[in-house]
């Protein structure tokens, strides 16, 4: 039972390049989250799911997409990378994070 | 909207000094409540939960905290920190009537001076 697993736990992305964050978890939860949390501050929504084939947005949607074909898996696309989308991403399920992803847009 | 408060920003105590960190939310429904803790370059972990029953609950660490629903309250304890409790700390509220939708109070920044 590995809970939430994220990658890649790094990366570093020139402005305009695109890129999917992986995030998967094996407690068969409904509900799963991307999160963004910039340095100093707490964190803020970006989408949700509440189950397969169901997303929504968060907070601060603009910018990302995600798709939930199962209800293991909730990838986050960036399709146009901008250097305010620099910032540590984090997938949740029930209550537990994955370890991260930290991007940096160059 | 919900809304989730933390009292204090940073907070810098002495080792073997009691905690209390403030915990406030704005939604008047029913509500899961959790604490997380992120250590410098870590991701969060689960310190405790209140889903329901005894509104006093024990975490991990030695932490507990108490929910008290006519204060909208979920405030976090330790009697005695150590060192290894420097970390950022977090509330979070889940209300249930809207969609399982976490919300983050801003976080409290805990500084233990040995």
């Known amino acids: 039972n590995a809970g939430v697993t994220q990658t890649p736990k790094f990366r570093i992305l020139k402005i305009g390049q695109s890129m999917t964050l992986q995030c998967t978890q094996d407690?068969?939860?409904?509900?799963m989250y991307w999160y963004r949390q910039d340095p100093g501050m707490g964190l803020k929504l970006i989408y949700y799911s509440v189950g397969a084939g169901i997303t929504d947005k968060g907070e601060v949607p603009n910018g990302y997409n995600v798709s939930r074909s199962t209800t293991e898996d909730f990838p986050l696309r960036l399709e146009l990378a901008a250097p305010s989308q620099t910032s540590v991403y984090f997938c949740?399920?029930?209550?537990?994070f994955g370890q991260g992803t930290r991007l940096t847009v160059v | 909207a919900q809304s989730v408060s933390q009292h204090n920003h940073h907070v810098i105590l002495s080792e073997a000094a009691s905690l209390e960190l403030g915990c406030n939310y704005s939604?008047?429904?029913?509500?899961?409540l959790f604490w997380y803790v992120q250590y410098p370059g870590q991701h969060l972990q689960l310190l405790l939960k209140y889903f329901s029953g005894d509104p006093l609950v024990k975490g991990i660490k030695g932490f507990e905290a108490e929910f008290i629903k006519s204060k909208f309250s979920f405030n976090l304890r330790k009697p005695s920190v150590q060192w290894s409790d420097t970390a950022e700390y977090f509330c979070?509220?889940?209300?249930?009537?809207?969609?399982?939708?976490?919300?983050f109070g801003p976080g409290t920044r805990l500084s233990v001076l040995p």
């Open positions: 979070a509220v889940n209300a249930i009537d809207y969609g399982q939708n976490f919300v």
């Open positions: 949740a399920s029930g209550g537990n």
């Open positions: 407690m068969n939860h409904n509900y």
């Open positions: 939604y008047g429904g029913t509500v899961n």
